[in-house]
């Protein structure tokens, strides 16, 4: 069994109830103690993670055992002597230094320490701003400490260790230009801001060139959901959930509530932000009187309480249609359809950006949503949509088109297409668009239903809505950007009680396929008991 003192120590300080961990991190020690622990084919480097440990103590700060915890196995390597992660995903609770501990390690890695020539370091964020954050730390440290402006070459736009020739420089998470690269390592800053995975490829494309490489991401949760963060928990969720069975050369390292009212102990806080386990260090005890307040000011900012530093994003129940584990539990398979009897609709309000069509069939209580959206390719270049649109064509949910509209005849070539399949009962929409889609429903034998108010029917199907959420039976199948429709649509309501469905934020958070399928839940009713299936089983049996 390989072993390390600064891994045992802080798995000890668990097991011997000294500190509190989430699940995940739970999860994560169980997945080592499983299957990386009873390996013979791996090995701590002491020699490296030791001079890690002492070099950050020296120039940076007095490190916490969890902070030594996460160097140790960035100096986990394989008996052949290559490293045995390369990915590490660190997720904290606002204020439990992410970026200070990230400064320290690429400081430490560009250095004759750690010897490995032209092992430059980038570090990459949405903003400037933040990509200079770690950058502008390790810049002031090294100013004002004379034996290390002797190893470092310190300018403001780069920062090179003289005996390594590696440099450590910040960038912005524009995909383009970035090409061509040899980085040893990359440090993806707050990634909850990132829209995809584009960045991402681009950059580790450059990875493998320089011996050892490796890449840490690191963030808070935030607010864009179905972005690269959530790919990543997902990823990271599989692992420790035993789904993948491997490590996936990953090490994951999530600090998060488990449930939010355990925010009224604040002895779990330390679940979201280590830095709250005792002993807690002076920076810990007034960044602790800090949370504390924003605490005392609570139902005041709760959503940024929750998210930013208890790092459980929280749904405003008057405001989201579902919770993101009710979104994620859309993620169900679909039955075998064929055959059976639909509600169709669509949301073609916007022919100049988005519209969506889609089919609803209802069996057993549960509502499976079936659909395709169609986005102008010109709306793509003008307006930045916080989405990974071009991966959701490569997957086959939406089709961008060049045109200056979007043509009606998609929506209707498609439904064509669902009707060799599936019985198409109506087609139902707001009425906005009558004029447009009315001849070429008659045209191919549809019949239809335009909704002339369809605030009043928001009304009507609300509670039907809330319950098929809350109950896991909607269905969408893997189909993020129909999770992407629904968390962009907010939930208003009047005086009376009567609850509308709105786009939260007008050009760049689409509604369509939600809109959609409302449309045709509200006409469910009508086909609840129809199967065409079961249907012509019976006429076949009549002797006529």
Partial sequence: MIINKYVTEYIEQYKNSEIKLNKERIQFIEHLENYVFLRDDLYFDEDLIDKCVRFIEKWFFKLLPFQKFIIAFIFLFKDDGVRFYRKFFIMMGRGAGKNGLISGIVTFLTSELHGIKGYDIPIIANSEKQAKTSFTEIYNIIEENAPLKKAFENRKSHIRARKTNSTIEFLTSSAKTKDSR????????????????????????GLGKVPQSRSFMIST????????????KDIANDVLNGTINETNNMFIFICKLDDAEQIHDKSNWQLANPMFCNPMSDYAKTLYETVSNE?????????????????LPEVDPEKDVASREQLLATNQPYPDLKGKTCIASFDYASIRDFASAGCLFKVYGKYYWITHTWVRKELLEQVKIKAPIKKWEIDGLLTIVDEPTIDPQHLIDWFNDKREVYGIHKVVADGFRMDLLKPLLEENGYEYEFIRNPSGVHSKIAPIVETAFGNNNVVYGNNPLMRWFTNNTLVKTDARGNKTYMKKEEKARKTDGFQAFLMALYKMDEIEEIDIGANLDFLNSINF
């Fill in 295 to 311: 605490y005392n000011d609570l139902p005041k900012g709760r959503l940024e309480f929750m998210t930013k530093r208890m790092n």
């Fill in 221 to 232: 949760d935030g607010y864009v959901r179905e972005g690269f963060l959530d790919e990543m």
């Fill in 182 to 205: 040899r980085d040893g390592c990359i440090v993806y800053d707050e990634i909850h801001g990132y829209k995809d995975d584009g960045v991402v490829r681009v950059m580790n494309s």
